[in-house]
């Protein structure tokens, strides 16, 4: 067994566990998009980052994918890494104005305006899809494409694989196809509908 | 062979896979193998694979036909290459190559009916001092002639594996000993040696016709056994070549033309007489004789790149005579791998990519961890993609068995076998080069099985990159050797536990395997007492930008930025006021006047927010723009992040287009917080270290030159007159004296006026190219 501190409780975590394996053990809720259950870890939304003190530093890392090591300090939700989820939030917001669960996450962590220039790309890039078709389904048929900010979720050469039977898993598991709760947004434009409710930050922080 | 054997192959490839493994990892080694085995990768071969390794066909026929080391079309056994270079054919290539074919009885890139020979003609093998090359299977044969292109293939002609040896490969210490001695004399027979740069710098000046005009100097007065010619590797002053030094006093000539040639050998080389007019001449007027008294050498301290001006790169034996190898040779019979990890421990090698991690630390790692099948890489990072840094390319174009004889005694140290090479395809002669030394090397047992009889294995192998910067991320390079796309992946568990194919792998780069060497032959204390107290030896900057003395500097770590600026590189042309230096890459910041005292170490550099990076040193002045460099190096960062990650993708967008804001005079109160609230959050939560050092240099420029990200946002002004939103052009009516210049070059014709009266600007069609003030010879237009 592996000794950790998350936001102040001593807890005990299996050797190979990540930290979000062991938070969520222990009921300690940390936002992810782009991780799920079932699939490999991708890291790259960035949503689940926590606050790692080792000595006098401290660092986010991404809690998917960083495994628990004995003596670990971590914070789910420090200020270091409130500030870091909100600009996250509101960095996908301005690509990606039509997805339920993220107009949800702006609400929980109180984004209330979109501060930069926005366009409505339909696609988090969070890869759910991509590894869904391939770990879940065996399909291999969608694959990430171009790189940068040109980077999308494409089939070879936008044609419809022989590899596709298309079973639907991509669309049930992406967290774009279900429209906020007020409907249709413009890029740039918040939901905000339960902002007050679940306002995250209003909760004990573990500062 | 005639044919593939269908029934064979599928068997070949069961068996490849069964032993291999089927798992995707081993995927670019099966290619590899079955490339090797048939000289092509059949298609049936690619489906059988497809089905044996449940990997989709289309995947594999992507990574088959994205890699130039695979072929899809058939090759003979033997592939013979005929080098059509400017300086091969001016010694009869084409009479090479018309034997070539007419003894095999086929056309250029034709294949022989009993597939035993194919032959290519190339543009250039940059191996151009052996002129006319011809190569079979990757060895060279310099200097060659048409009758002896016979006696050459013939010996291919026979089957089975081909040995042409010439020298046995050593089979211990001893031997490698009495060679060296043999060669040191037989190599420096005269007392004067010729060594003309041949570094891609003094080439795009023209040294090769240098060279070549020498040679046949020396041979016409009958000097070519006396006198020891060189076209070296690069010497590192780029901006006075073609350089020629003599020795042995090391007399450097700059600019030389193949025109000198003739006054250098009668005068120099003949009565030992200088050529005043080819020496160096510094402001003041004064002319430096010898090379170590030019300014621009003086303050250097060469023990990494000195060598490269003394040797052939393509001759092993230039290397070995200069005491090459005895490093590996010590290390392999004198010391434990243990003890190599101390003395490069106690050496304080840190690593010279960027980072300045201690390279030890790195081996201890990896060396203590365990491997499920024993195997351990070494890598080395020849991705050198920084734009205005080149030290790794000309290293390993100058002098790659340094490089090669650094991995093999890392390898040794950490109980590696394999090794890889990770070289940018932007450097065809770099790759050229470390792939004749690895034969070479082979060919004399210094790599490969049993090295010098020690019972110690390695084996090297080069990967070309494909043109992404973030290839040269470690886990991203790991991904592209294995066949993947070059993107980083989080590395919480550490690649010197879990690496290249899952296995314990340690990489370094370039400069850092070339310091080893040096540490073994010269002792850890030695070296260590190079440098500050946290970083040792020495560095290798490319010195470019607004500076005099561009090129190739290497220097004691702890000098100041100032002797480097002004002693070595001669300070800011023209005039003009220093402003900054950018250190880093695009992952470096800028660093003001106000700091130019302090010393160049890692942890200097850090501390005033930049860093030391692979060793780009950009020279700024009051013409450059500050928060224009925070956009360009922006700009550069979005075309080369993968898009994997959010902070990167996004921020690094976001970021450019608030700077572009700014730049074009759209800034407002509050950007610049902004700027500086997301550049905090890409740094902090980005992936890879693309992404984390990705905002460096805007708060590195917010950090020193605030003021002037206040004047484009408040004042819509660009003092050093870049940002062509914010300025404009008038003529003074005073000075104009209206010769229409300035008039009949805009290219907008937005100038008006008549001859002999002042003119105008109409400021509101003019595109501010700033054309009619740098033709204006009496500087009357005016720029605000």
């Known amino acids: ?207 | 062979m005639a044919e593939v054997k269908t029934e064979s192959m599928a068997g070949f490839v069961e068996s490849l896979i069964r032993s291999h493994g089927a798992d995707r990892s081993r995927l670019s080694f099966i290619l590899h193998e079955v490339q090797k085995e048939y000289n092509f990768l059949p298609e049936q071969a690619l489906r059988d694979i497809a089905e044996l390794m449940e990997i989709s066909l289309a995947d594999i026929y992507g990574i088959a036909t994205f890699y130039s080391s695979f072929s899809m079309t058939p090759k003979g056994k033997h592939v013979v290459t005929v080098c059509m270079g400017t300086a091969c054919h001016v010694r009869n290539s084409k009479g090479i190559l018309e034997e070539v074919c007419r003894y095999l009885g086929v056309g250029a890139g034709e294949t022989t009916e009993d597939m035993l020979f194919t032959v290519e003609s190339v543009n250039c093998l940059g191996a151009c001092a052996m002129g006319p090359i011809m190569v079979v299977d990757g060895k060279y044969y310099g200097d060659m002639n048409a009758a002896r292109v016979r006696s050459v293939l013939k010996k291919y002609e026979k089957a089975g594996p081909v040995e042409v040896e010439e020298q046995a490969a050593f089979a211990s210490p001893a031997e490698l000993d009495g060679y060296r001695e043999r060669i040191s004399h037989a190599r420096y027979p005269g007392e004067t040696s010729v060594y003309v740069c041949a570094g891609t710098g003094c080439q795009a000046s023209g040294s090769m016709e240098v060279l070549e005009a020498m040679k046949l100097e020396l041979q016409g007065q009958g000097l070519e056994q006396k006198v020891f010619l060189r076209g070296t590797g690069c010497h590192g002053f780029c901006e006075r070549g073609p350089l020629v030094i003599i020795g042995p006093d090391n007399i450097l000539y700059q600019k030389v033309t193949a025109d000198d040639v003739g006054e250098i050998v009668s005068e120099t080389v003949m009565n030992g007489r200088v050529v005043e007019r080819l020496l160096y001449e510094d402001d003041e007027g004064t002319r430096y004789v010898h090379k170590d008294e030019v300014p621009f050498y003086a303050k250097q301290v060469r023990q990494i790149l000195g060598p490269n001006g003394e040797l052939d790169p393509f001759e092993i034996d230039d290397y070995i005579a200069r005491g090459g190898y005895r490093a590996l040779s010590k290390a392999l019979f004198t010391m434990e791998p243990e003890q190599v990890i101390d003395e490069v421990e106690s050496a304080g090698l840190r690593g010279r990519g960027g980072g300045g991690f201690p390279a030890a630390d790195k081996w201890k790692a990896c060396r203590k961890a365990r491997s499920v099948d024993g195997v351990k890489y070494v890598l080395c990072n020849a991705d050198e993609g920084d734009p205005g840094a080149f030290m790794d390319r000309c290293l390993l174009e100058g002098n790659p068995h340094s490089v090669l004889e650094g991995m093999t005694i890392g390898a040794f140290a950490i109980g590696a076998t394999h090794g890889y090479i990770y070289v940018r395809n932007e450097y065809p002669l770099a790759v050229r080069s470390i792939e004749r030394a690895i034969a070479q090397a082979e060919e004399k047992g210094l790599l490969g099985r049993d090295i010098l009889g020690s019972g110690f294995d390695f084996e090297v192998s080069v990967t070309r990159g494909s043109g992404a910067f973030v290839s040269g991320e470690s886990t991203a390079l790991m991904a592209s050797i294995e066949g993947r796309v070059g993107e980083p992946r989080e590395k919480y568990v550490h690649t010197a536990v879990r690496g290249l194919y899952l296995r314990p792998t340690n990489l370094n780069n370039v400069e850092t395997w070339a310091n080893v060497p040096l540490i073994v032959n010269e002792g850890a204390e030695k070296y260590a007492s190079v440098g500050t107290e946290g970083s040792k030896g020495t560095k290798i900057f490319s010195l470019v930008g607004k500076v005099r003395n561009t090129g190739l500097v290497e220097v004691p770590m702890g000098i100041t930025l100032r002797e480097i600026i002004y002693d070595i590189g001669g300070g800011v042309p023209g005039g003009k006021a220093f402003k900054a230096v950018q250190t880093g890459g695009p992952s470096g910041g800028c660093i003001p006047e106000s700091l130019i005292d302090i010393p160049v170490d890692f942890d200097e550099l850090y501390d005033v927010g930049s860093m030391m990076g692979s060793g780009g040193m950009i020279v700024m002045d009051e013409d450059t723009c500050m928060v224009d460099i925070a956009r360009y190096f922006l700009d550069f960062l979005g075309d080369e992040s993968c898009g994997k990650c959010t902070p990167c993708r996004e921020g690094i967008k976001h970021m450019t287009s608030i700077i572009r804001d700014i730049t074009e005079g759209r800034g407002k109160p509050g950007q610049l917080e902004l700027l500086e609230e997301l550049a905090e959050v890409v740094k902090d939560t980005s992936l890879c270290g693309l992404g984390q050092t990705a905002p460096t240099p805007v708060l590195s420029t917010i950090r020193y030159f605030a003021e002037e990200y206040r004047e484009h946002v408040e004042e819509k002004r660009c003092r050093a007159g870049v940002c062509r939103a914010l300025i404009s052009y008038s003529i003074d009516p005073e000075t104009c004296t209206g010769c229409v210049r300035c008039l009949k070059q805009c290219p907008s014709g937005v100038i008006t006026g008549e001859k002999k009266q002042p003119h105008e600007i109409d400021p509101a069609k003019c595109d501010r190219c700033g054309i009619c003030m740098e033709v204006c010879e009496f500087d009357a237009v005016i720029r605000k």
Request: proline share 5%; aromatic share 6%; charged share 25%.
């Open chain 1, 1 to 207: 067994m592996v000794n950790v501190v998350i936001d102040g409780q001593r807890l005990e975590a299996e050797e190979g566990w990540t930290l979000l394996d062991a938070a969520t053990y222990y009921g300690i809720f940390i936002p992810t998009l782009c991780y799920r259950d079932g699939l490999s870890a991708y890291s790259a939304c960035r949503l689940c980052v926590v606050e790692v003190k080792r000595g006098s530093r401290s660092k986010l890392v991404a809690s998917c994918s960083c495994p628990v090591e004995e003596g670990m300090d971590v914070k789910t939700k420090s200020e270091r890494v409130m500030k870091a989820r909100r600009m996250i939030i509101e960095l996908m917001l301005a690509t990606t104005p039509n997805s339920r669960t993220l107009q949800c996450l702006a609400s929980e962590y109180g984004v209330k305006q979109v501060r930069f220039a926005s366009e409505d790309r339909s696609c988090l890039l969070c890869g759910l899809c991509v590894r869904m078709c391939d770990e879940q389904m065996q399909g291999g048929a969608i694959a990430f494409a171009k790189r940068g900010v040109e980077r999308e979720v494409s089939m070879p050469f936008h044609k419809t694989p022989e590899a596709c039977r298309e079973c639907g898993a991509c669309l049930y598991i992406c967290p774009v196809c279900e429209l906020p709760c007020k409907g249709p947004m413009q890029p740039g434009e918040l939901c905000n509908a339960c902002l007050d409710e679940l306002r995250l930050d209003a909760f004990p922080s573990g500062d």
